[in-house]
């Protein structure tokens, strides 16, 4: 049963990608919206991504089939409370947050319980606000559903179906297993990026000679280091008991590899680092879910000006879009000093066999 009318509880990035989706997608459904930023409430109504946009939260809301929470994490409580009155047989409650645990043990043995359904969007970008959201932003991502105990199964089945309209793939876990996974995946990864880059800091020469020679694989580990302070502090402190339980289990598999490396035990070791590179490279790198594929190549360049110039008319003339392009200054794991990204594979497909044309030396990864 697809819904007729669905409201925002705020209308940010991921609040604002999921109503163009739906309007995209299924443009009778009728959208509302409430938002303190009156400016993307106003670009929204622009471009008639919503009917209706609102500074205060009233009775407008009552006849949501779904209200989706999506407002900044600390803001919740409040804004539960001011919704709550509106959950029932015919309107469900669902959330975008990445943990679910603190809404979960907030909802629970209130009316609420039986009408909610938490969500986590796996997908995002570095910018915020609703002037950067994309209809697009859900195609192909994983959209992880915790539905309370207390809500009716045949519920949750309609919002899955209806989550799956909108191109993203719905799975349905229980809100700690979903703790536990995405402090796994994500949160212990994050504030080991964060850490060893505040190693590498703390011991570096006046010099920052290690910043200026940081190669790939470092690069690479920490470039997670770059998202918002402020997100990993809140997800920090509202994921703590799954993290700390990840950052001990860690540890002791650090320990257990300090001891290899000390005994210079070169059998364990070697086990050890192939038993983690089969388990990486059986990793589907796909457009899905957090991990994207990446079109790249990299190309040999002589340091004259004007060669990087060179290379993008040939490209853009053939109507080939670069995502990214730049300089390696150390290569030590990766031949090649130009590097290169593309949107698709077929447009890294056709860019190699340009470039070799034009006698450009290209390294394929």
Known sequence: MKPEKIGFIGLGLIGGSIAKAIHRIHPDITLIAYDIDAEALSLALAEQVISQGFQEITEDFAGCRYIFLCAPVQKNSQLLRAISKFAGERCIITDVGSVKTPIHQEISNTRIAPYFIGGHPMAGSEKSGY??????????????????????????????EF???????AMVLDYQEHDYITAAISHLPHI???????????????????????????????????????????????NKTQIIK???????????????IADSCGRKLFDYFQDA????DSITISTRGSISKIYEIYCDMADEAGEIATLA????????????????????????????????????KQAVSLLRDCQYHIYER
Request: net charge negative; aromatic share 8%; proline share 2%.
């Open 192 to 238: 080991l990026a964060y850490s060893l880059v505040n190693l590498v800091k703390s011991i570096d020469d006046e010099s920052e000679t290690m910043k200026t020679v940081a190669a790939g694989g470092f690069r690479d580990i920490t470039r997670i280091a770059s998202s918002s302070p402020v997100m990993w502090q809140q997800i920090c402190l509202s």
């Open 246 to 260: 990840l950052i001990d289990l860690f540890m002791d598999s650090l320990a257990d590899m300090k001891d290899q």
């Open 313 to 348: 008319t040939i490209l853009s003339e053939h109507g080939i879009s670069i995502k990214n392009i730049g300089i390696l200054h150390n290569r030590e794991f990766q031949e090649g000093v130009l590097h290169v990204d593309f949107y698709e594979e077929s447009a890294r």
């Open 131 to 160: 002037e950067h959201a994309s209809s697009y932003l859900l195609e192909n991502a994983y959209y992880i559903l915790t539905p309370s105990a207390e809500i009716r199964p045949q519920t949750v089945t309609e919002f899955q």
């Open 277 to 280: 590179k089969d388990y990486r």
């Open 163 to 169: 989550i799956r309209s909108l191109g993203a793939i």
